[in-house]
């Protein structure tokens, strides 16, 4: 009788792993050889055409075993992937994870937990809960009860004493699911205290676009667009645009634009939304990072007024995808997410004592994705991680002042963030959009794309803590050896 493959779990799995291991470490380097850039050459076609032919028959008679199929699969892969962890690869919010993360999500796929139900996961559930909180706290503090006033009825002008607020946070797969949760808890908090009226969502011109599909998803009112005025929400249209609109309302600003790396007025807006009444939720999947530094907090400076908080560690948290937070100021407002199964949650159980998870998320089935954050937390403290911001800040400054000094360059203004918009002096928007494909096609560079002010910029953003300066005047050197002259 054939013997069954042996499993990562139990006492007898990491044996089992160790020696599959070394083939996958052995296969990342032999990929990223053969690619010897940021991304593959050729482009779609090419590298499709590769992938099929390094695969050969994806599901065979009789397998070829495992050592060969994480060789052959593993080598495919990573020579035909586009690798955040080389510097010329700075497109898009896409960081290099942290090796140690890295290696910490191996242990949360050989153990497995499933975190709907603590029968499940009776240790991460109790991680989960400690990382949730310490990143609630990060982001309102450990007593938040100044940090916002109350505005459970949609149309109050002025704050109602309440008992103080916990903070709390709920884990997510990144900023477009925190974005939705955050519609949904203003959703439901404005059915509570006002049945039958629907919450009207505003968001600035710059809004993630995943705003406007969680309003359309969740069946509300499509959103009213405030004008972003060099590409952050303008607080006097805002205020405008609140003066006239009725029923309950939900503001989603912004800590860190996709295209531009730029943070809204935070203060002027949370002024505006208490004179009004409204809900405010903050954006700051990319911005949240810049917490962890002394030296770039500031500038976050007002999203504790926020009643909910997106954050995304996927981002400048150095984390394997999936690593997002919402965090939400008060915890009453997570039982909207309440949910009753009985083989997971049942009544009995949970009087018992054992802890209710299935309200925890909209997702039944969830990885432990908390064990690398607090591995991160863990082995880096707060100086690690404030080094890490700056090193990516430090470095956006420097290629600014590279294409400000240059005479070939134009660039769109200093950087808030990593993200940093430039564009070779004359050049069309045909000509600039073409100089990023053939980077591409070719292998050479990985840039993105951004129109700001009607006119489509380069798009760097630096997530990469060990790039260096001569990464970056050779990435210009690139996108110059392109510019038709």
């Known amino acids: 009788m054939r013997s069954s493959p042996p499993l990562a779990g139990g006492t007898q799995g990491p044996d089992a792993l160790r020696p599959l291991l070394a083939t996958v470490l052995d296969a990342l380097h032999k990929g990223a050889a053969h690619r010897g850039g940021p991304l593959p050459a050729g482009g779609p076609e090419a590298v499709t055409a590769q992938l099929h032919h390094n695969v050969g028959e994806l599901l065979p008679t009789h397998g070829t075993g495992p050592e060969d199929a994480l060789r052959t699969l593993v080598t495919a892969l990573a020579e035909g992937a586009a690798d955040p962890a080389d510097p010329l690869c700075a497109a898009h919010l896409h ?6 993360a890295t290696a910490a999500d191996l242990a949360a796929s050989a153990l497995n937990p499933s ?3 603590w029968d499940q996961a009776p240790a991460a559930s109790a991680l989960e809960a400690l990382v949730t909180t310490t990143l ?17 009825a949609p149309h109050a002008q002025t704050p109602r004493t309440h008992a103080p607020p916990t903070p709390d946070a709920l884990v997510t797969t990144g900023g477009t699911e925190a974005n939705q949760l955050a519609v949904l808890l203003a959703r439901e908090t404005a059915e509570a205290a006002a049945p039958g009226e629907p919450v009207h969502l505003l968001v600035g011109a710059n809004a993630h676009h995943s705003l406007a599909r969680a309003a359309w998803l969740l069946g509300l009112p499509e959103p009213v667009t405030v004008p972003a005025p060099a590409g952050t929400l303008d607080p006097a249209a805002l205020d405008e645009a609140l003066t006239e609109l009725p029923g309950p309302k939900l503001v989603a600003a912004t800590a860190g634009t996709t295209d531009a790396g730029l943070i809204d007025p935070l203060p002027e807006i949370a002024d505006i ?7 405010l939720h903050i954006d700051a999947a990319y911005g949240a990072g810049a917490l962890f530094s002394p030296r770039e907090a500031p500038k976050l400076h007002g999203l504790a007024r926020a009643h909910t ?8 948290g150095w984390q394997p995808v999936a690593a997002g937070i919402l965090a939400v100021r008060d915890t009453t407002e997570t039982t909207a997410l309440a949910h009753q199964a009985d083989y997971l949650n049942a009544d009995d159980d949970t009087e ?5 998870l299935l309200g925890r998320s909209l ?9 690398k954050t607090a591995v991160t937390f863990k082995a880096l403290g707060r100086t690690g991680l404030a080094a890490l911001v700056d090193q990516v800040t430090a470095l956006a400054h420097h290629l600014a002042r590279l294409i400000d000094t240059h005479p070939n360059f134009e660039l769109y ?22 100089i990023r494909r053939t980077l591409l096609t070719e292998g050479r560079a990985v840039l993105g794309r951004a129109r700001m002010d009607g006119k489509l910029y380069l798009k760097a953003t630096l997530l990469n803590p060990h790039a260096t300066p001569e990464d970056l005047t050779a990435l210009l050197e690139l996108v110059e050896g392109h510019t038709p002259r």
């Open 136 to 152: 609630a706290h990060e982001v309102y503090g450990p007593h938040a009860a100044h940090t916002a006033p109350a505005t459970d």
């Open 309 to 316: 908080v997106a954050l995304d560690l996927h981002k400048l």
């Open 273 to 279: 939304c208490e004179r009004h009444g409204a809900r």
């Open 413 to 434: 203004d200093t950087p808030t963030l990593t993200t940093v918009l430039f564009r070779p002096t004359g050049a069309t928007d045909e000509q600039l959009a073409a």
């Open 115 to 117: 975190m709907d139900s």
């Open 363 to 371: 997702r039944t089935t969830r990885r432990p994705d908390v064990l």
């Open 95 to 100: 960081c290099p994870p942290l090796a140690v």
């Open 352 to 356: 018992a004592g054992l802890p209710d």
